[in-house]
């Protein structure tokens, strides 16, 4: 695959070279719509329209319309659990200290604790998300490095390609630029462990340059994952939709309406009326006026909307922390709240089984872009240098 692949990329065939790499582009575009919750299926309903007797439009009746945002706060929750807390790096190796140094000092100058945050707060909301590694000059002449987090919606597609155990072969990112002439263009980067092809289309004709790789590895950490909500979304649309119909009936029934004892039924009001008044055929003397009001809502209802909700929170193991129930557990020892919360510690550890492998990922560039690139000087400590990494808890002791 790897001299098909630079093949085509040296012959300028980009759309060939895509072929070979797969893209998740469709499902993040779902994830995308069922993230926001002004494209949720319940604010397609319309209003309705009233007519007179005669088939005349009288005036349109509001229908509610009211998505329920439980992807962000899943999302959020599951984000809080696993990166809540900056990750704690340790060396292991012995005679690495200056390497060790620089990798931490790097860690703070590629704003990692807030990269990778960014990063899985998208791959949870979008099945996908990348750090890239770009390397330059700075101001000073000397070698820096730059991290970019990469997601479908800040504009850029991603391609992969794999090989038969899983790692990746080739990286390519694709992205529109404006130049200085005011004209935009489609460009797609292709990232291998060797080259880096830069592609740009002008006048439906694909250039291509060609760089040697400096870092000497695909400078990707790439994430993907089931969307955070995945498995619920059912139950947010029904209980959406039986808000939005409650919202409905709330207006229909809320205001009262008097009721007047009369002979003959004088006048019969509108629905949609306010201040609506009945007058009645007979009645007691002494009930010659009385308010007609809606004393209670379904049971079965409120009973619907609290399945739904213990349901939701539950599959996706996303505890339900809100004001009424943290003011409730004012005086709960600190190990009684962790029990609380163990339906995130359990999926915060199923998602620590991957990103143990892309925390290692990130090390392993960061090493080597010292060595190759940052401080060469230091490429013996850095072939010894081992490091590890830990995830904190979310909340301090």
Same mark, same amino acid.
């Given at each position: 695959m790897d001299n098909q692949f630079n093949s085509l990329l040296h012959q300028g065939d980009i759309d060939k070279a895509l072929s070979l790499m797969t893209t998740?582009?469709?499902?993040?575009?779902?994830?995308?719509?069922?993230?926001?919750?002004?494209?949720?299926? =319940?604010?397609?309903?319309?209003?309705?329209?009233?007519?007179?007797?005669? $088939?005349?439009l009288k005036r349109w009746v509001k229908r509610w319309k009211l998505p329920i945002d439980y992807p962000r706060y899943i999302n959020e929750i599951a984000?809080?659990?696993?990166? $809540?807390?900056?990750?704690?790096?340790?060396?292991?190796?012995?005679?690495?200290?200056?390497?060790?140094?620089?990798?931490?000092?790097?860690?703070?100058?590629?704003?990692?604790n807030a990269k990778i945050r960014e990063c899985k707060r998208l791959a949870g909301a979008e099945t996908q998300a990348a750090l890239l590694f770009h390397p330059y000059r700075n101001k000073q002449g000397k070698a820096d490095c730059r991290l970019r987090v990469l997601a479908k919606s800040k504009g850029d597609d991603i391609y992969v390609a794999w090989d038969h155990f899983g790692c990746i072969k080739a990286f390519a990112w694709?992205?529109?630029?404006?130049?200085?002439?005011?004209?935009?263009?489609?460009?797609?980067?292709?990232?291998?462990?060797?080259?880096?092809?830069?592609?740009?289309?002008?006048?439906?004709?694909?250039?291509?340059?060609?760089? &040697?790789? =400096?870092?000497?590895? =695909?400078? =990707?950490?790439?994430?993907?994952?089931?969307?955070?909500?995945?498995?619920?979304?059912?139950?947010?649309?029904?209980?959406?939709y039986i808000a939005s119909r409650n919202a409905d009936t709330n207006d229909y029934f809320?205001?009262?309406?008097?009721?007047?004892?009369?002979?003959?039924?004088?006048?019969?009001?509108?629905?949609?009326?306010?201040?609506?008044?009945?007058?009645?055929?007979?009645?007691?003397s002494e009930a010659a006026a009385s308010y007609l009001t809606w004393d209670n809502a379904p049971e079965n209802k409120q009973k619907e909307i609290e399945w739904l909700q213990n349901h939701i929170l539950s599959k996706t193991f996303t505890p339900n922390? &809100?004001? &009424?129930?943290?003011?409730?557990?004012?005086?709960?020892?600190?190990?009684?709240?962790?029990?609380?919360?163990?339906?995130? &510690?359990?999926?915060?550890?199923?998602?620590?089984?991957?990103?143990?492998?892309?925390?290692?990922?990130?090390t392993s560039i960061c090493i080597a872009l010292i060595a190759n690139v940052l401080d060469v000087s230091l490429k013996t400590q850095c072939d010894k240098l081992v490091i590890t990494h830990e995830f904190q808890p979310p909340f301090e002791d």
């Open positions: 998740n582009s469709e499902r993040t575009a779902e994830a995308l719509r069922e993230y926001n919750p002004a494209s949720h299926a =319940i604010n397609k309903r319309h209003d309705k329209p009233i007519y007179d007797k005669n $088939g005349n984000l809080v659990f696993i990166y $809540g807390r900056p990750v704690v790096w340790r060396q292991l190796s012995t005679g690495t200290d200056e390497a060790f140094g620089h990798f931490s000092r790097l860690i703070q100058r590629l704003h990692f694709g992205y529109n630029a404006t130049d200085m002439q005011g004209e935009t263009n489609r460009h797609i980067d292709f990232f291998t462990d060797q080259h880096i092809y830069h592609a740009i289309a002008l006048e439906e004709v694909w250039k291509v340059t060609e760089e &040697d790789n =400096i870092i000497g590895k =695909i400078p =990707i950490v790439l994430f993907q994952q089931e969307k955070e909500w995945a498995g619920v979304e059912a139950l947010i649309e029904r209980e959406e809320s205001d009262p309406m008097l009721i007047l004892d009369a002979d003959i039924i004088k006048n019969m009001p509108d629905k949609n009326d306010e201040n609506k008044t009945l007058i009645k055929r007979g009645g007691s922390i &809100d004001f &009424d129930n943290m003011k409730s557990l004012s005086n709960v020892s600190g190990k009684a709240l962790k029990q609380l919360m163990v339906l995130a &510690d359990i999926k915060a550890a199923r998602h620590k089984e991957q990103h143990d492998e892309l925390l290692d990922r990130f």
